[in-house]
């Protein structure tokens, strides 16, 4: 079927249009996120899958499973912003297997790459960034879900919750780079 391009709304030009730059608070979010993003990912370069997998401190930590920890912490906190606290665990109620599963989050699995893991990572970040550009409000709240450490009968803003996935971000690239110095001396920084 034709249409006369004169009465439709649509540009006549089969060119594609760009959607107007995102400025403010949205962009100073989606900076900051993506800063923070880059520093965790850098502490991956030019690793194996073995060597993302190892545990180099004390800790149970290691490089590919912090990635999937904030792949699976992002993915949640975003389903929370539009759904509520039923889109995130009720971790008052965990079993031990539920934890067991849930410490599966902090390690390389058999089976798993760490090519695979930077794509899911990949694919929750331009999850969020498209929630950041289209949420028609970053103060909408929701109440936060059971978990010994949020205060009973919480609520948290949209924003809010941006702020913390910033700041988990930015805390794992601290603990990301200190396991890859630990592992072969590469700094993410200095």
Request: charged share 25%; hydrophobic share 40%.
């Amino acid at each position: 079927m034709t249409t006369d391009a004169s009465i439709t709304s649509e540009p006549a030009t089969s060119e594609p249009t760009e959607a107007p730059a995102l400025t403010g608070e949205r962009a100073d979010l989606l900076e900051t996120l993506a800063k923070h993003r880059h520093f965790l990912r850098f502490t991956t370069r030019d690793l194996t899958d073995e060597q993302a997998g190892l545990r180099t401190t004390a800790s149970e930590l290691c490089l590919g499973g912090l990635i999937k920890h904030m792949t699976a912490g992002e993915r949640s906190w975003g389903d929370f912003i539009l759904n509520g606290p039923s889109a995130m665990r009720d971790f008052s109620a965990m079993t031990e297997a539920d934890w067991a599963r849930r410490d599966d989050e902090f390690r390389m699995l058999p089976g798993e790459t760490l090519a695979g893991v930077l794509d899911d990572y990949a694919e929750v970040a331009r999850r969020t960034e498209e929630l950041v550009t289209t949420l028609p409000d970053l103060g909408a709240t929701q109440p936060l879900p059971k978990a010994p450490w949020f205060e009973a009968h919480a609520e948290w803003s949209a924003r809010r919750v941006l702020m913390h996935i910033v700041a988990e971000t930015a805390q794992h690239a601290g603990h990301a780079d200190i396991i890859r110095e630990s592992l072969d001396g590469a700094k993410s920084m200095g």
